[in-house]
């Protein structure tokens, strides 16, 4: 088990690896270590049809190393969860590239469509393929960097 202080260290370094490699403009966003990610996801959440959505995918979530939750809009902060169960193995790492990858494309798309609000993107015509896309873009860019750094 890491000490707090030595996990911290080690995210900033990732997440300053990731930003050095995409290029990315970073915005701010909100990291937590949770023991549930459920019940931290339905918190955050601000979406009416997501908070169903996670209601009936809780033993699912509950068994992920890690999420995502949008904001309302693009000026407000999205957060990423993480498993405290990943921290043993190392699996956080990978997670967070991977987490991050989703939150950048997500905002890349709603830019691209023009909408206003997360929660109206997929009812655009695009939306089932740019999510097909922003998994796969995830866990090439998370497997990537735990190939390269790990
Ligand atoms: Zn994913």
Redesign the pocket.
């Known amino acids: 088990m890491y000490k707090d202080k030595e996990l911290e260290e080690i995210i900033l370094l990732v997440i300053n690896i990731f930003y050095e490699e995409t290029k990315i403009k970073p915005i701010e966003i909100e990291i937590e270590f949770v023991n549930d990610l459920y019940q931290r996801k339905l918190e955050l959440s601000t979406n009416p049809k997501e908070i169903n959505e996670i209601k009936a995918g809780k033993s699912f979530i509950q068994g992920l190393n890690g999420t995502m939750i949008l904001p309302s809009k693009t000026g407000d902060i999205p957060y990423i969860l993480i498993s405290t169960t990943t921290i043993n193995n190392d699996l956080y790492i990978g997670t967070i590239i991977?987490e991050l990858t989703?939150i950048y494309d997500f905002y890349d798309f709603i830019k691209y469509i023009n909408y206003a609000y997360f929660k109206d993107i997929e009812k655009h015509k695009d939306f089932p393929l740019f999510y097909q896309w922003t998994?796969y873009h995830?866990?090439r860019t998370g497997i990537t960097f735990i190939e390269k750094y790990t």
């Open positions: 991977h989703h998994e995830a866990r």
